[in-house]
DNA sequence: CGGCCCTTTGACGGACGTCAAATAGCGTGG
DNA sequence: CCACGCTATTTGACGTCCGTCAAAGGGCCG
């Protein structure tokens, strides 16, 4: 895999676009000079918030963030969960979308690029450009199969859902050994995620709990009988 | 405003793109040999099944149709309606999306294009890419509030905003009149549009003519206190 | 140690779903 | 033009899933 000399992160996602390129053409853009600024963000703090209109593109190089939107009153939907190797966004590589605000949910560490240097690639390397659609196709998927569980689905069924999604994005990205991985999400994420209360929440996941679906110690999930996990989420 | 020979409502929306390359540019890219076939389907019939994987991009020239996707055992989301000048998808403009069925709620007439050629069409004017890029990022936006409505909004809201959506699209197309719209839905439509079900569909619409918001009648719709109807739907 | 947030648990309530029956519309065919 | 059958709509009674409220730990950090 291809290696990107400024933030190894950078190459999860996107870049396996590039390294496409390079295979294709014996020829690799340089990345390194649009970097901007590495950053580290403690736990809590906005990332980015719902009204900035930034001219840069942000990418997650550690920890774990959340993308959410929300009413005028402040009830709040979170639309999905960042890991190492996310744009925070890919929609608004190109351009930027207000409105919507990323949270650090764990402390991350995150690299800016200026937006319009990306433009400049993306629009010379027409193979990123549709690798870049790709992905526009995946996360407007996402969203859609979000209205989907959150209209039509039982408690039990989203939360199963949220948990079976967050393993195998972890395991995508080596974060997952066995059948255990990092889970720091607190309950009230995990309802902001599902359109669900917090105390619901805790009801749902205390009865996969002791249903030995699942085990939850030390910021750390383990999934014991997914076959059931998954039975319970309609899991393909 | 261009038109285009073959198809009228094409202008509607993706060919305001082409119309500012030849405003910007002193040409215009001629889209007549692109169609194949135009269709003319009853009310209720599928157009796009969800396991097609159609090499035809499909536009919308009159009539009402719904874009949708379930579960396995069957329970529905509408994602959006479409209506004349809407494309079945912009997402898969460039490569097919699985998974979605499109339905005609009225008789619908539309043209089909071969997607390569469209493809090859977008690539070689950047503008109009980026005029795609936008709808995109536009339906991704709506997308994510329909997860925001359904999660943490009441069906009083839900049904409140999905009529003011609607008239806010006719009116864009020229498809209102004074504060009267045609309004083919099926109350099962508006249910699966927001996460309800029928009955209780029935009852919110009921309370909303009962309080002299709107008034139904004869297929189509008038918002007769749209202020109010404003303050419950939260809009704006 | 103290304060804060998170989690858990229980009691209770409400919004919405389910079921059922009556009515209205609407297209079809005689 | 009416009869028929289907589907949509309306309405009421009732049930349930999930929200709200409240209180009691538990964990974490200053």
Redesign the pocket.
């Known amino acids: 895999m291809l290696t990107c000399a400024a933030c190894p992160a950078f190459d999860l996602n996107l870049c396996s676009a590039v390294s496409k390129v390079r295979e294709a053409k014996g020829q690799r853009p340089d990345w390194s000079p649009l970097l901007v600024s590495a950053h580290t963000i403690p736990a ?1 703090r906005m990332i980015s918030h719902p009204k900035e209109w930034s001219e840069f593109v942000t990418i997650i190089c550690s920890g774990w963030a959340a993308s959410s939107i929300a009413t005028e009153d402040g009830r709040r939907q979170i639309l999905s969960f960042l890991m190492p190797g996310d744009l925070v966004s890919a929609a608004c590589l190109l351009e930027p979308v207000p409105g919507r605000s990323v949270e650090a949910i764990t402390p991350v560490t995150c690299r800016r690029y200026r937006r319009d240097d990306f433009r400049a690639i993306m629009f010379k390397y027409p193979v990123v450009l549709e690798r870049l659609a790709e992905t526009w196709n995946e996360e407007r998927a996402q969203a859609e199969q979000l209205a989907l569980a959150i209209g039509r689905r ?3 069924e989203r939360v199963a859902r949220l948990i079976l999604g967050l393993a195998e994005k972890s395991e995508k990205r080596g974060l997952r050994r066995e059948s255990t991985m990092e889970f720091p ?4 994420q995990i ?1 902001d995620a599902t ?9 749902v ?2 009865v996969f ?1 002791r249903d030995q679906l699942i085990k ?1 110690s ?2 750390s999930l383990t999934i014991v009988n997914e076959t059931e996990l998954r039975r319970i989420a309609e899991w393909h």
Not at 185 to 188: I, Y
């Open positions: 809590r039982s408690a039990h999400l607190r309950q009230r309802a359109g669900l209360t917090a105390v619901h929440v805790s009801k996941i205390g709990q939850i030390n910021r």
